[in-house]
T-cell receptor
Framework: QQPVQSPQAVILREGEDAVINCSSS?????VHWYRQKHGEAPVFLMI?????EQKGHEKISASFNEKKQQSSLYLTASQLSYSGTYFC???????????????FGKGTKLSVIP | DSGVTQTPKHLITATGQRVTLRCSPR?????VYWYQQSLDQGLQFLIQ???????AKGNILERFSAQQFPDLHSELNLSSLELGDSALYFC??????????????FGEGSRLTVL
């Protein structure tokens, strides 16, 4: 049930664009994206909900294809500060009131170099 | 600062021992999550509590247990420790919105080393 991310790692020069993909074999209710810098805790980037609502980050965007159970994270004009490991997290349909399970992929390591 | 506090930050212990990791969620957050992060496995979901009750369980070993107290702080107990339990343990909290966890706020983690 763990979502699959690709690529596993990517190296960019400042100003270049990148796409990180996340796919699941299960029907999804939502997809979440987090970034973790080395030695730090993961930090929320955005949530994409079934039905199209998106809450997110200023310079990073994402899409959610419910039918294909896939999401993609788009980083444009990358900056050095974008470096880190990006995790997608997926939620299944609600199992019961107050029950939430966010399952993360193994992550995509992004390195931005000058 | 996420507002989530985890203690201890670092812990070194021996195989067979038992440890307790503590988490204080952000003020107002009802839901607490525990994740284990090791090098090759990413963030593994262990367990989730909502307002004092266990609500979702992931890949949590029987040697591990957790609880959330009336003041909403949570503890993760790890017993009969093995070398493979060495990892970074994160606690996160959220105020769930409808059918989604909402934004998770992660603590800085507790790094456990089992020798």
């Amino acid at each position: 049930q763990q979502p699959v991310q690709s690529p596993q790692a990517v190296i960019l020069r400042e100003g270049e664009d990148a796409v990180i993909n996340c796919s699941s074999s299960k029907a999804l209710y939502s997809v979440h994206w987090y970034r973790q810098k080395h030695g730090e805790a993961p930090v929320f980037l955005m949530i994409l909900l079934k039905g199209g609502e998106q809450k997110g980050h200023e310079k990073i965007s994402a899409s959610f294809n419910e039918k294909k159970q896939q999401s993609s994270l788009y980083l444009t004009a990358s900056q050095l500060s974008y470096s880190g490991t990006y995790f997608c997290g997926t939620e299944k349909s609600v199992a019961g009131a107050g029950s939430y399970q966010l399952t993360f992929g193994k992550g995509t390591k992004l390195s931005v170099i000058p | 600062d996420s507002g989530v506090t985890q203690t201890p930050k670092h812990l070194i212990t021996a195989t067979g021992q038992r440890v307790t990791l503590r988490c204080s969620p952000r003020s107002g957050d009802l839901s607490v999550y525990w994740y284990q992060q090791s090098l090759d496995q990413g963030l593994q979901f262990l367990i989730q509590y909502y307002n004092g009750e266990e609500r979702a369980k992931g890949n949590i070993l029987e040697r591990f247990s957790a609880q959330q107290f009336p003041d909403l702080h949570s503890e993760l107990n790890l017993s009969s420790l093995e070398l493979g339990d060495s990892a970074l343990y994160f606690c996160a909290s959220s105020f769930p919105s409808g059918a989604t966890t909402g934004e998770l706020f992660f603590g800085e983690g507790s790094r456990l080393t089992v020798l």
